[in-house]
């Protein structure tokens, strides 16, 4: 089992000892959003705190997200809807991000659910709507690379740029560095997750899945979510393991 948490490692610790206590092995890792507008995401697996430029990057990205929040929160604000940082509610070491404030609209009552605050407020292209910093894909999988982590391309379904994931397109974060694509994903139906996963294997990459999970009762997959369809997943997750295990002797 691995934890990809947003732009944070925050949690890798607590949940290293765990799964430890629970007989579990725990791949360490951490997702971070890339291509501006198009949200195109990355998994980053077998991270640690020790890796520096991955640390500083992190760090940055966060008081980015503190100054997001603020201004989406301004926008809100103008729009008639009166919330606060306060209302966050945000637990010590959490990265301000657009859920947290959606959660806030429900509890407020501006909205009767989160995907009802992203669709009316909080998505691209929404009326409170700040972009984030750009950072580029490529340049994310070459860093991962640098620092030996293994980057993975998350949930390509979801993309909403298509062109960012054409073959062609692929090709390109594979010559950055891009070592396996996220095809079994909560968000993606039969047809994309068999897709992915042939593609995937063409290219001669690795295939991963997961839940996505979030919290209970949103949008996202309940743990195990993807393990009743992804039928090869121990030897992928093998295959995963194989190449830190090859790196490190």
């Given at each position: 089992?691995?934890?990809?948490?947003?732009?944070?490692?925050?949690?890798?610790?607590?949940?290293?000892?765990?799964?430890?206590?629970?007989?579990?092995?725990?791949?360490?890792?951490v997702?971070?959003?890339t291509?501006g507008?198009?949200h195109?995401?990355?998994?980053?697996?077998?991270?640690?705190?020790?890796?520096?430029?991955?640390t500083?990057?992190?760090?940055?990205?966060r008081?980015?997200?503190?100054?997001?929040?603020?201004?989406?929160?301004?926008?809100?604000?103008?729009?008639?809807?009166?919330?606060?940082?306060?209302?966050?509610d945000?637990?010590?070491?959490?990265?301000?991000?657009?859920?947290?404030?959606?959660?806030?609209?429900?509890?407020?009552?501006?909205?009767?659910?989160?995907?009802?605050?992203?669709?009316r407020?909080?998505?691209?292209?929404?009326?409170?709507?700040?972009?984030?910093?750009?950072?580029?894909?490529?340049?994310?999988?070459?860093?991962?690379?640098?620092?030996?982590?293994?980057?993975?391309?998350a949930?390509?379904?979801?993309?909403?740029?298509?062109?960012?994931?054409?073959?062609?397109?692929i090709?390109n974060?594979?010559?950055?560095?891009l070592m396996?694509?996220?095809a079994?994903?909560a968000?993606?139906?039969?047809?994309?997750?068999?897709?992915?996963?042939?593609?995937?294997?063409?290219l001669?990459?690795i295939?991963?899945?997961?839940?996505?999970?979030?919290?209970?009762?949103?949008?996202?997959?309940?743990?195990?979510?993807?393990?009743?369809?992804?039928?090869?997943?121990?030897?992928?997750?093998?295959?995963?393991?194989?190449?830190?295990?090859?790196?490190?002797?």
């Amino acid at each position: 089992m691995a934890l990809t948490d947003h732009e944070t490692m925050g949690g890798l610790m607590e949940a290293e000892t765990t799964a430890k206590q629970a007989g579990i092995n725990f791949i360490p890792g951490v997702e971070i959003n890339t291509a501006g507008r198009d949200h195109v995401h990355v998994l980053l697996y077998f991270v640690d705190n020790s890796m520096t430029e991955l640390t500083t990057l992190l760090d940055n990205m966060r008081r980015e997200r503190d100054a997001r929040c603020g201004k989406i929160i301004d926008k809100l604000n103008e729009l008639g809807i009166h919330i606060t940082l306060d209302d966050l509610d945000l637990p010590e070491g959490t990265v301000c991000g657009r859920p947290h404030i959606a959660n806030a609209l429900m509890k407020r009552g501006y909205v009767s659910t989160t995907q009802e605050a992203f669709d009316r407020f909080l998505d691209v292209d929404q009326p409170a709507y700040v972009p984030r910093t750009r950072y580029e894909t490529a340049d994310i999988i070459r860093l991962a690379r640098s620092i030996g982590a293994v980057p993975i391309l998350a949930h390509p379904g979801l993309i909403r740029n298509k062109e960012l994931v054409t073959e062609a397109a692929i090709q390109n974060l594979i010559e950055a560095g891009l070592m396996g694509i996220e095809a079994y994903h909560a968000m993606h139906d039969d047809e994309t997750c068999a897709y992915w996963d042939q593609l995937t294997r063409r290219l001669g990459l690795i295939v991963t899945g997961g839940s996505d999970y979030h919290k209970d009762g949103d949008n996202h997959g309940a743990i195990g979510s993807e393990i009743p369809r992804w039928q090869r997943m121990d030897a992928d997750v093998m295959d995963l393991v194989a190449i830190r295990k090859g790196r490190e002797n």
